[in-house]
């Protein structure tokens, strides 16, 4: 069992910039694959970032390419998220989630863990 919890979210400016967080437990953090997602109200949940199990991949959506970087830090069991150049459509709540697979880290069933989730409220 791995269990994440969320945090960083909050309110900022369009162009500000958000980090956020995500903490496991256990100690297998490193037998993970993490990723991060998120559902904007009344959408469907979506791909955000995600990164292999000892750091050396990671993975974008179109739509946060050069604006956010995921990174990790298998030592404190921790994700973290790095967001820069927010915009308004990037408001959603954001979820870490956590996969034992190396392949389909866009996808959503890839995962077996989440986390509850922090918003992200962007405002113009």
């Known amino acids: 069992q791995v269990q994440l919890v969320e945090s960083g979210g909050g309110l900022v400016q369009a162009g500000g910039s958000l980090r956020l967080s995500c903490a496991a437990s256990?100690?297998?953090?490193?037998?993970?694959?993490m990723g991060w997602f998120r559902q904007a109200p009344g959408k469907e949940r979506e791909f955000v970032a995600a990164?292999?199990?000892?750091?050396?991949?990671?993975y974008y959506a179109d739509s946060v390419k050069g604006r956010f970087t995921i990174s990790r830090e298998n030592a404190k069991n921790t994700v973290y998220l790095q967001m820069n150049s927010l915009k308004p459509e990037d408001t959603a709540v954001y979820s870490c989630?956590?996969?034992?697979?190396?392949?389909?880290?866009?996808?959503?069933?890839?995962?077996?863990?989440w986390g509850q989730g922090t918003h992200v409220t962007v405002s113009s």
């Open positions: 256990g100690r297998t953090f490193s037998s993970y694959a």
């Open positions: 990164i292999s199990k000892n750091g050396g991949s990671t």
């Open positions: 989630a956590a996969g034992p697979l190396v392949y389909g880290l866009r996808d959503k069933t890839s995962y077996d863990y």
